[in-house]
């Protein structure tokens, strides 16, 4: 029930501002939540939540029993796990809590309050909607109840203590002996007698435990985090906020945040419980942090220093303390979430535990967390005003498109991607389906396909790495549909960054200098092929970048390395990804009256370095300009492709396909090996003889030999086949061939 309280001051008739009570009893809210965690059972288990990558930051190759988690309560078998130190973090799923809720009707609580409040108030009371008001304060909630019934662990876990255990043991033995010499100094000197020691004992024992008690925070071996609702009360699906739908009356609430990230910090050790130890009488005393910023202790509390009139001074004991994994994150607005003539706006993200290296720049996220206002420490608190910055503190992170290795597919997933393989003619399907809207440029689409697909990465047995991932130029006259390519393959890939030429610089690419604002040291930035790190980056306008620029790719090509030493920083970031580009010939259309090498205007050193390239010209045709017409004003009428002779495969599907194929590495049989090395000397002659000529082009150098095999190893991949075919080999030359 609320009410409004309002108070007198000295009898005047003035009032304070009227106070708001809220007639909770937290009480039964704990018997409720422990009722929940010892008795909810559900059929979807664990498992769902292990493929649905939950616990990939928590669990390494650990199989949860399905039996118990079948047929016993979800919740108390992973806390066995945590008792038995193979989990450290529990999500509390809140579908599990309203279902239970739904289901049980928590006649214990209701019933109490049935009486008492109208029934509007019982549905606004159930614990799935108080977590998303007050989800800090229940955080705690969750904690006690957990510490009065996390059972014993089943197995030995002595050879799984860290530098807290053993000291916490040794502290209770220390108690347990000061007790038991108090005891019997007492019983010698005659101060107490036989009858009276079990009360005494637990004098000394509460006196005890007031100076060297643990604080629960460091007594806990588990993280606490709510998994958000999935549904709202009509089952309709819970959406999530864009950053500037995030407003005041957020603070405190459990609410999901999608943006993509683009800054993420080092990982830093953040302390949660400091320990200190008096110099004068030995005692500890634990400080509870939940701040960035504190003030040490300086002076012992202790029973004992009070008694003697001695104030001890404390010192810091590190081994003592306990520490969390601490990240900093920021994630923008996404593009299509920006009102018009509007700049995308930002929110900061703490995030700890074993969340932390969970988001990389350059991710789509739903991100679920606290909204909590930061408090004003040090200097800031003396002249704070009315404005202060707030933070999202994490829960729970969804990845919108995750990487091929961690798609975890499931048996119905699998047996789809191989029925669809079986149909056949699967390499032109897969090809079509890029970008369907765009008319023709089928060979164009099926070296795209072989992009996303890429080759076999080999590294010697003396360090030198042959890249497998095949590098693509898109060079044509305006208007054939490079750019709407480039971005396709983006939102294909699982990891896809899109750039221009022209508003991008070599520090832009590569990486910059900042200052981290977290640790005010300077740090690397990563730029565009960081962020595309085991993804591609697609860089339009290729023509169009400085000179000085464009030679901070060369190395990222070949070596996919970057090697940075500036401002005291040399270190060698890592860039392992495809490019694809797209240009314009020299002067914006192709000039026929001129020899390809003047059109294309590119240095050698930069075109040996990319796999395929790709001449698109304009010429005028009747049929084709006629088709190509057709096919634009149906797409505007109908806003999809037309028909095809079979249903286009989507994005979705086609990243898992990828994903499946990606586990083959296909080898290189002796026929093939003898096939490829007759094709690359033929090149090579064409190329000589075509050195000087302007009509053709052929530009053919040591590296066109290993194009030729990845290109090879990516066509076999997508067969799901473990070896190259000479015929798949021969189909890549003449594809080659049609490039360039």
């Not at 000589?688 to 009509?695: D, F």
Request: charged share 25%; aromatic share 6%; proline share 4%.
């Amino acid at each position: 029930m609320t009410s409004l309280v309002a108070a007198n001051i000295g009898g005047a008739d003035a009032s304070v501002l009227p106070s708001i009570q809220m007639d909770v009893n937290y009480a039964e809210i704990k018997t409720q939540i422990k009722d929940f965690l010892t008795h909810f059972k559900t059929s979807s288990s664990i498992d769902e939540d292990i493929e649905n990558g939950v616990y990939d930051h928590a669990i390494d190759e650990i199989e949860i029993d399905k039996e118990i988690t079948s047929n016993g309560p979800k919740y108390m078998a992973l806390l066995q796990k945590i008792s038995n130190r193979e989990l450290s973090t529990l999500y509390i799923d809140l579908n599990d809590i309203r279902d239970y809720n739904e289901t049980q009707n928590f006649n214990q609580f209701q019933s109490s309050q049935s009486q008492t409040q109208p029934q509007s108030y019982m549905n606004r009371n159930k614990l799935a909607h108080l977590i998303t008001k007050n989800a800090q304060h229940y955080i705690e909630l969750f904690s006690s109840v957990i510490d009065e019934i996390l059972p014993e662990p089943t197995v030995n876990i002595s050879h799984k203590d860290d530098v807290l255990d053993v000291i916490i043991h040794q502290r209770r033995l220390r108690n347990l002996r000061i007790e038991n010499e108090h005891r019997e100094e007492m019983v010698d000197a005659g101060l107490v007698n036989n009858n009276d020691q079990q009360q005494q004992s637990q004098s000394v024992h509460q006196q005890d435990s007031f100076v060297n008690m643990f604080p629960p925070q460091l007594t806990r071996r588990y993280c606490i985090y709510f998994k958000p609702l999935t549904t709202q009360s009509l089952k309709e699906p819970v959406k999530a906020l864009a950053v500037r739908d995030v407003k005041g009356s957020h603070l405190g609430n459990l609410i999901t945040v999608r943006g993509i990230v683009t800054r993420v910090s080092d990982v830093k050790p953040i302390v949660t419980v400091n320990a200190y130890t008096c110099d004068s009488c030995g005692y500890e005393i634990f400080q509870e942090v939940n701040t960035k910023q504190f003030s040490p202790l300086t002076e012992c509390t202790s029973e004992v220093c009070r008694s003697n009139n001695h104030r001890g001074k404390l010192f810091m004991s590190t081994r003592a303390s306990k520490f969390s994994a601490f990240q900093d994150v920021k994630i923008q607005e996404l593009a299509n979430q920006v009102p018009v003539g509007h700049i995308p706006r930002t929110l900061n993200i703490h995030v700890n535990g074993d969340l932390v290296r969970s988001m990389n720049p350059g991710d789509i996220v739903d991100v679920t967390g606290i909204f909590l206002p930061a408090p004003y420490t040090g200097f800031r608190a003396l002249r704070a005003g009315l404005l202060t910055e707030t933070y999202l503190e994490a829960q729970f992170i969804k990845q919108h498109k995750r990487k091929y290795e961690s798609l975890g597919l499931t048996p119905e997933v699998e047996s789809k991607i191989l029925e669809l393989r079986s149909q056949g003619d699967i390499y032109n399907k897969l090809a079509s389906s890029i970008a369907p809207e765009i008319y023709g440029h089928l060979d164009i689409k099926k070296a795209l396909l072989l992009l996303l697909v890429g080759g076999v990465t080999k590294e010697l047995g003396d360090g030198m790495r042959i890249r497998g991932d095949i590098n693509i130029l898109l060079m044509g006259d305006p208007g054939v549909a490079k750019s709407q390519l480039l971005k396709s393959i983006t939102k294909v890939a699982p990891r896809g960054v899109y750039t221009t030429g022209k508003g991008s610089s070599g520090v832009g690419l590569t990486a910059a200098v900042m200052r981290d604002p977290v640790t005010d040291e300077m740090v690397l930035e990563g730029g565009a092929l960081v962020l595309a790190d085991n993804g591609i980056c697609c860089i339009d306008e290729f023509d169009k970048m400085e000179e000085s620029d464009r030679t901070s790719i060369h190395e990222v090509m070949e070596q996919q390395t970057i090697s940075i030493s500036k401002a005291g920083i040399t270190t060698t970031l890592n860039a392992r990804t495809s490019i694809l580009a797209g240009a314009n010939p020299l002067y914006g259309r192709y000039n026929t009256r001129l020899s390809p090498n003047e059109n294309i205007n590119l240095p050698a050193a930069l075109l040996s370095r990319f796999d395929i390239l790709f001449l698109i010209l304009d010429r005028p045709s009747r049929e084709d300009d006629e088709r190509l017409a057709s096919h634009v004003a149906y797409v505007h009428m109908h806003n999809k492709p037309p028909q095809m002779s079979f249903e286009p495969i989507d994005s979705t599907t086609m990243r898992q396909y990828i994903s499946i194929a990606r586990r083959h590495r296909p080898v290189v049989s002796k026929k093939v090996s003898d096939y490829v090395v007759a094709a690359y000397i033929k090149m090579r002659k064409e190329s000589k003889q075509n050195e000087y000529s302007k009509k053709h082009f052929s530009h053919a150098t040591p590296r066109t030999l290993l194009g030729i095999l990845r290109l090879s190893q990516a066509l076999a991949r997508i067969r799901f086949s473990d070896e190259i075919k000479k015929t798949k080999t021969w189909m890549n030359h003449q594809l080659l061939n049609y490039s360039i």
